[in-house]
């Protein structure tokens, strides 16, 4: 079970999907980045976006989904909001939800990470990169790390050297966004940054490994191993 707020972002109303586990708490929580497929239709229509808000949960984390995608009318094209996507108003996005889940009862505001698959795993490295707050951050296949988006937006990637947290990596081999040299490149910049880090490449695994609502990405054997990491990247360090 989930609750569902709202909240104004410049005059924007983005939704933004509330999970906690049981009990009085207080317990870490996280801030969920969405990922594209579900750009145009909203969050409680994707499965598998409901189902990671169960699973941290479950394991005992709070979560916060904010529908970063709110800045369009729903029935815009996918493709129109890709390439007009503002890196300025997704750390807006990102902040407010950060905010929205240190208030709530029960939640520990000292203990909340960051994570995002594809489109969010992009979004999960940014929000570590523009809030210090953030005490861990998993970034889930994400692409366009090295790509700003929005006028005069600079690539997250080159602002490595401001994440203060530890940095949990997820990828496929067969992955062509980001590619295993892209991810090369993501291991240098932590590495020159000095950001602790820990990677996971999985052969026989491409984009969206874990997404079970798609059977031509999906990879049980390797995804169900990367939710192991994930989990236990997050124990350590926000429990």
């Given at each position: ?130 809030n210090p707050n953030y005490k861990a951050a998993a970034v889930m296949y994400g692409g366009r790390v090295k790509l700003g988006m929005g006028e005069g937006a600079e690539p997250p990637i080159s602002l490595a050297g401001n994440i ?76």
């Open positions: 079970m989930y609750q569902t707020k709202t909240v104004d972002i410049d005059g924007s109303p983005m939704q933004v999907l509330l999970f906690a586990p049981e009990g009085a708490g207080p317990f870490p929580g996280l801030v969920v980045a969405q990922h594209i497929p579900i750009a145009h239709e909203g969050l409680e229509k994707d499965p598998f976006t409901i189902d990671i808000g169960e699973r941290l949960a479950k394991a005992g984390f709070a979560a916060a989904i904010p529908f970063i995608f709110h800045w369009w009318p729903p029935e815009e094209d996918r493709m129109v909001k890709r390439d007009n996507f503002r890196d300025d108003n997704l750390v807006k996005d990102l902040d407010a939800a950060h905010g929205l889940l240190a208030d709530m009862d029960g939640i520990d505001a000292g203990r909340i990470g960051i994570v995002g698959h594809c489109w969010g795993g992009r979004a999960a490295w940014l929000g570590a990169c523009r203060t947290c530890p940095v949990l990596g997820i990828f496929g081999n067969d992955d062509k966004n980001p590619t295993p040299e892209d991810v090369d490149d993501y291991e240098a910049a932590l590495q020159q940054a000095g950001v602790e880090y820990s990677f996971h490449r999985y052969d026989g695994a491409g984009h969206g490994f874990q997404d079970f609502c798609d059977d031509d990405r999906y990879r049980q054997e390797q995804s169900d191993d990367a939710w192991a990491k994930q989990l236990a990247f997050f124990e350590t360090h926000l429990m």
